[in-house]
């Protein structure tokens, strides 16, 4: 078994991996960083999987930061950098029942931070896609608040995440990162900070530290690794017994067509956004969600898995042999259970067809939906982005740099200071997200 070092490792070239990647390189020029990944190349799990959306639309104050930060860098990638990442404020529009809405304390605050525009039912009801009048049985059976009102996020929109990744990629080649693909991490291995050649070392009462990866192609060792493996996070941590506070769980996206869908994609309405696209939409009821896809005319139809109705049934666990880039959602699991509520909210859809599907994974923080970034022995783990890790993908790589460096506060790009540990296990101090659908 070959065996190799680096100064500092870091596993999983995911969006969150790659801003860890160059955010550490860029404020640490002369350390060696090294990335592997289990995949050919960098975003190819759960990021290449996502539906790639993004909003600073939550009610924490952290949260708003890690998103409003991330949305302003990738602005500035796109507006001033000239790297295009396709980005468009096509906003996020939350169809509400006004009994939901008045239950959102939260929005009141927001609308102090970031453009948020309230869209009442006589404007909805000029969206002639909307079905503003349900069937009472119908309804009934399938769970469904009416669409009384439109909560509509103006800084928020869609991206193309493998641009955006590309970026981050190429920044860190540049910067001298090293990458090594298709090299699956196995297990850490733990050893005394001070060894005394013992067997069976190390004991309960040495101190210990990562002394290395053990992956299929061989041994890495390094002085400090970043653990940015989202879903599997846990399948690592759990023979340390480090809590990795997160819980994977199964997310089927399927893409939806049809020429009715492709003109409800390129719908033209002026008080919704000027980009003649209809916004990344969250029906009423269930967490059911569409995010269009302009190149070809199609909503990406999916849930949101975040609420506590929908957290009962799909499990949290995988199959460690599985591999999600081969796995084909089920047909009966739409029809079943997206199929009917999209036919009662929208009228395009009853006639469309599936054209696509895929399945992945969310990084689910059960506890407060914020993302976990904590020191332990000599690692850094960044995980629990709960579906929302793209749109905070930026923050997350300078805090992760900052704790690295020791930094008890770190600047994020547009100006705002946020503390190291405050996404951390003993001093976290985040609120409970209550913006989830």
């Not at 952290?62 to 950098?81: A, G, P, T």
């Not at 060792?221 to 846990?234: E, L, P, Q, S, V």
């Not at 896809?293 to 199959?319: A, I, L, M, R």
């Not at 599907?357 to 000599?378: H, M, V």
Request: hydrophobic fraction near 35%; aromatic fraction near 10%; include cysteine.
């Amino acid at each position: 078994m070959s065996t190799e070092k680096a100064d500092i490792v870091i596993i999983g070239a995911g969006l969150i991996g790659l801003s860890s990647a160059y955010h550490v390189k860029n404020q640490n020029p002369d350390l060696d960083v090294l990335v592997i990944e289990k995949e050919k190349t960098y975003s190819q799990g759960n990021t290449g999987r996502s539906t790639a959306g993004f909003r600073d639309m939550f009610s924490t104050r952290v949260n708003f930061m890690l998103s409003h930060s991330s949305i302003e860098f990738y602005r500035h990638v796109q507006k001033d950098l000239g790297h295009n990442i396709d980005m468009k404020y096509i906003g996020y529009m939350f169809l509400m029942s006004r009994k939901k809405v008045e239950t959102l304390e939260a929005l009141d605050n927001l609308s102090k931070l970031t453009r948020i525009d309230i869209i009442e039912q006589d404007r909805l009801a000029e969206i002639s896609q909307l079905n503003l009048k349900l069937d009472e049985t119908e309804s009934r059976v399938l769970g469904l608040d009416p669409i009384e009102v439109g909560v509509l996020g103006r800084n928020c929109g869609i991206l193309e995440i493998e641009l955006l990744s590309s970026f981050y990629y190429e920044q860190c080649v540049k910067l001298g990162v090293r990458f090594k693909f298709q090299s699956e991490v196995k297990s850490l291995e733990v050893s005394p900070q001070e060894p005394l050649e013992y067997p069976g070392e190390p004991f309960l009462w040495q101190k210990k530290r990562i002394r290395s990866i053990i992956t299929d192609v061989g041994e890495i060792k390094a002085d400090r690794f970043i653990i940015t493996t989202g879903a599997w996070t846990k399948q690592l941590l759990d023979p340390l017994g480090i809590d990795s506070h997160m819980r994977p769980k199964r997310r089927d996206v399927f893409q939806t067509s049809g020429e009715d869908i492709r003109n409800f994609v390129h719908s033209s309405y002026e008080f919704l956004n000027d980009e003649s696209v209809f916004p990344f939409t969250v029906l009423p009821s269930h967490g059911i969600y569409l995010r269009p896809y302009p190149k070809n005319g199609s909503f990406w139809v999916s849930t949101s898995g975040t609420t506590s109705d929908q957290e009962v049934g799909p499990h949290f666990s995988y199959d460690p042999n599985d591999r999600i880039e081969y796995t084909v959602p089920s047909g009966i699991l739409f029809e079943n259970h997206i199929a009917p509520i999209l036919k009662a909210y929208l009228k395009p859809y009853s006639n469309f067809k599936v054209s696509g599907s895929w399945t992945g994974y969310y990084s689910l923080n059960t506890q407060d939906k914020t993302p976990y970034i904590f020191p332990a022995l000599n690692a850094i783990i960044a995980t629990g982005g709960s579906g929302a890790g793209v749109m905070k993908a930026d923050a997350l790589g300078r805090i992760v740099s900052g704790i690295l460096t020791g930094e008890e506060a770190v600047s994020l790009y547009d100006g705002s200071r946020i503390e190291t540990d405050i996404l951390g296990v003993s001093n976290r101090n985040v609120g409970i997200e209550s913006l989830r659908f």
